[in-house]
């Protein structure tokens, strides 16, 4: 099955051209032209998310369960043609995208049998005590209520998982919040697919048709225009710090501010620590190199920093990551602009002082290959530089002196989306003094894993301090996902005629 792209942004069920175009810069194949968005498409947006909400976020959890579950079947319903568009928009292989669909299509199914099931409205009741001195007590519920309408910016390194039908847009769909999607240029002909399935479960459910738009490229002004309108209520981001930050600042600055759940980078460091390294060093080493490769190294949670304990282990474990990352093949990376800004990392490490190159490459354009540098903690804390993600399979192996060196290094780190530490049973004791700290630095805390490789459940967490995120207490994966685009409200003597069919 063929895709043609036509090129058009869909606003509220209808397909509107734009007055100027953009190219596609696909990794290979033909290149196509769509709309460039403009600020009266973010406004009629907005106005017809306005307007559906008051049908959809008062709708049946059932209702919006079976709407999940439609939006699933008709992405699966067009899965060889987003599979072949998108691997020539990103130059992603097809296991690849055959994969992120289906945790895409899982994620939606997941959040509507979560919905279904009640629990994250989060209800609570107090009984009424009118004998109660000196002051009777009124009866009160409690529970979950939607926010309205929520714009989400598509990511680059998750053209389906984390964009059109992402996580974003399906929580907020699961919470009751129509959607505006700003997508993202480098897979528009992708967005547009997914958002055919959207607009065609729509239909299907009979929703109304505001409940989704997507606005097709543009330049910063459109995506400025729709964090500060007023009729949008929340915010969902995925992308770099610097463009993160400044939409943040924009959601900050409104007449009415409102939340902005940016999920913004991150180095991901792992502590080696000292029986593991003695005991498997290799196979630790083997496995890093793989996990810093894996997508060219295009993952917010690529372990970029390998901490270990100096010694003859160490430079064991050094080799074979030499080795490893050696062995690895170019890797088409998703942009051209991505590539280029991986080679500017890339340089940025090797002139830093007291960097020591282990294994240097060369990139060709829009392909990478991996580096590897080895530097000492204490010219990590000497150098702020060392400290910002470089996006592309780059390693740097710190080099600590003893456990209070590591302990130091944890402390000087951001926040970030995970920390991993890698030990045996001998080296519990130490992991006891590093893992209070590891834990105020992340969201996630791995033992003896990598964290590429994000699952969708219950119970994960991917977010953490600034500056991997602008919300230390959201997710933006997994059901608790769904809690960023609800808020409580309390019924005090409310008459059960009057009290939401949930309660």
Not at 11 to 39: E, K, M, N, Q
Not at 117 to 144: C, I, S, T, V, W
Not at 401 to 406: A, I, K, R
Request: hydrophobic residues 45%; contains cysteine.
């Amino acid at each position: 099955m063929t895709f043609t792209p036509h090129g058009k942004h869909l606003i509220a069920g209808d397909w509107v051209a734009g007055d100027d175009t953009f190219a596609s810069a696909p990794a290979f194949g033909p290149a196509h032209d769509y709309a460039v968005g403009r600020l009266t498409d973010v406004d009629r947006a907005a106005k017809a998310a306005e307007a559906a909400f008051w049908q959809f976020g008062y709708a049946s959890r059932a209702d919006r369960a079976a709407f999940l579950n439609a939006i699933a079947d008709e992405i699966e319903n067009r899965g060889a043609a987003i599979t072949e568009i998108g691997t020539r928009e990103t130059g992603l292989p097809a296991a690849r995208l055959e994969g992120e669909r289906g945790r895409t299509t899982g994620q939606l199914r997941l959040f509507a049998d979560h919905i279904a099931k009640g629990n994250y409205l989060d209800r609570r009741f107090d009984a009424a005590l009118p004998d109660r001195a000196p002051l009777p007590r009124p009866e009160m519920h409690m529970m979950q209520r939607p926010i309205g309408p929520v714009a989400v910016f598509g990511a680059s390194n998750f053209p389906l998982a984390f964009s059109t039908a992402g996580g974003d847009t399906a929580a907020a769909f699961a919470a009751g919040c129509p959607v505006i999607v700003k997508g993202h240029s480098a897979h528009p002909g992708t967005g547009e697919i997914i958002a055919e399935a959207i607009h065609a479960a729509i239909k299907r459910c009979d929703m109304p048709a505001g409940v989704f738009s997507l606005i097709q490229g543009g330049d910063r002004a459109v995506g400025a225009a729709l964090v500060t309108h007023p009729l949008i209520k929340a915010v969902g981001f995925t992308g770099s710090l610097a463009g993160g930050r400044a939409l943040f600042d924009l959601c900050a600055a409104r007449p009415e501010p409102i939340p902005f759940f940016g999920e913004l980078g991150s180095v991901n460091p792992m502590f080696i620590l000292g029986s593991a390294m003695a005991a498997r060093g290799d196979d630790i080493a083997k496995g890093w190199a793989a996990s810093l490769t894996m997508g060219a190294g295009q993952f917010c949670t690529n372990p970029g920093i390998a901490v270990v304990l100096e010694g003859d282990h160490a430079d064991a474990f050094t080799k074979s990551a030499q080795a490893a990352l050696s062995a690895t093949a170019p890797q088409t990376m998703l942009t051209d602009g991505i590539a280029a800004a991986y080679q500017s990392g890339q340089k940025r490490i090797a002139a830093t002082q007291g960097v020591r190159d282990i294994l240097t490459t060369t990139c060709d354009q829009r392909e990478a290959t991996p580096y590897l540098y080895q530097t000492t903690v204490q010219n990590w804390l000497d150098n702020e530089t060392l400290t910002e993600e470089v996006f592309g399979p780059l390693g740097l192996i710190v080099v600590a002196q003893s456990p209070d060196e590591m302990r130091a290094m944890a402390q000087s780190l951001q926040g970030q989306l995970t920390c991993t530490l890698h030990l045996d049973d001998a080296d519990t004791t130490v992991a006891r003094t590093l893992l209070p700290i590891l834990e105020r630095k992340a969201g996630r805390v791995l033992a003896n894993g990598f964290p590429t490789g994000v699952e969708v459940s219950d119970t994960m967490v991917h977010g953490g301090p600034y500056p991997a995120s602008t919300n230390f207490g959201a997710t933006s994966v997994g059901t608790l996902s769904i809690r960023r685009f609800l808020r409580p409200v309390c019924y005090q003597n409310m008459p059960a005629a009057l009290l939401p069919a949930d309660i």
